[in-house]
């Protein structure tokens, strides 16, 4: 690949998968300043792997093996150098603009959701942030090498899993 081509995939990719790529480094990390640092390693790494992509997997399950793969490895660098993560409770996810008492409802509802997805094993947030992002279990199988009817079978148990959760938050 021409490095002008590649240049030219590469802003395209970054450009239609920005947002899901922001929500994928938020799934891993609630810490803003470590949320940057994974979305620029996830960059760097579909550049650098964007040449050896054969069109054998679908373009957006590829893009989300390389990410998800990246995210693995920075999540375990992170966990050898501390050993444990430090509370951000202030962090919240960004509030799309619209109707403000929607929006505050809807901010709140999405906050109860993340805080959820975070409360989960990394496997299980894995599972749930590529769902949420509209993968289906075979696509899902694809990035992550588990058969798509455990995929399936895991994320329904994950699904009960959040709304039981995001219940007992909602009662307090």
Same mark, same amino acid.
């Given at each position: 690949?021409?490095?002008?081509d590649?240049?030219?995939a590469y802003?395209?990719?970054?450009?239609?998968? =920005?947002?899901?790529?922001?929500?994928?480094?938020?799934g891993?990390?609630r #810490?803003?300043?470590a949320?940057?640092?994974?979305?620029? #390693?996830?960059?760097?790494?579909?550049w &650098?792997?964007?040449?050896?992509?054969?069109?054998?997997?679908? #373009?957006?399950?590829?893009?989300?093996?390389?990410?998800?793969?990246?995210?693995?490895?920075?999540?375990?660098?992170?966990v050898?150098?501390?050993?444990?993560e430090y509370?951000?409770e202030?962090a919240?996810?960004p509030?799309?603009?619209?109707?403000?008492?929607?929006?505050?409802?809807?901010?709140?509802?999405?906050a109860?959701?993340? &805080?959820?997805?975070h409360?989960l094993p =990394?496997?299980d947030?894995?599972?749930?942030?590529?769902?949420? !992002?509209?993968l289906?279990? *075979? !696509?899902?199988?694809?990035? &992550?090498?588990?058969?798509? *009817?455990?995929?399936? &079978?895991?994320?329904?148990r994950?699904?009960?899993?959040?709304?039981?959760?995001?219940?007992?938050?909602? !009662?307090?």
């Amino acid at each position: 690949m021409r490095h002008a081509d590649q240049r030219a995939a590469y802003e395209t990719l970054l450009k239609q998968y =920005l947002g899901p790529l922001q929500r994928l480094a938020y799934g891993y990390t609630r #810490e803003p300043s470590a949320r940057d640092d994974l979305f620029q #390693e996830i960059a760097l790494a579909l550049w &650098t792997a964007l040449p050896s992509f054969r069109g054998e997997a679908s #373009e957006r399950t590829w893009l989300y093996r390389v990410a998800h793969n990246t995210a693995i490895r920075f999540t375990a660098r992170r966990v050898r150098r501390a050993q444990h993560e430090y509370p951000d409770e202030g962090a919240v996810e960004p509030v799309s603009p619209g109707d403000p008492e929607r929006s505050a409802i809807d901010s709140q509802q999405r906050a109860r959701l993340w &805080t959820a997805v975070h409360a989960l094993p =990394l496997p299980d947030r894995r599972l749930v942030m590529l769902h949420l !992002e509209g993968l289906s279990a *075979g !696509e899902i199988e694809s990035v &992550t090498g588990l058969s798509a *009817g455990s995929v399936a &079978t895991r994320l329904t148990r994950l699904r009960q899993k959040l709304a039981a959760t995001i219940g007992k938050e909602q !009662e307090r």
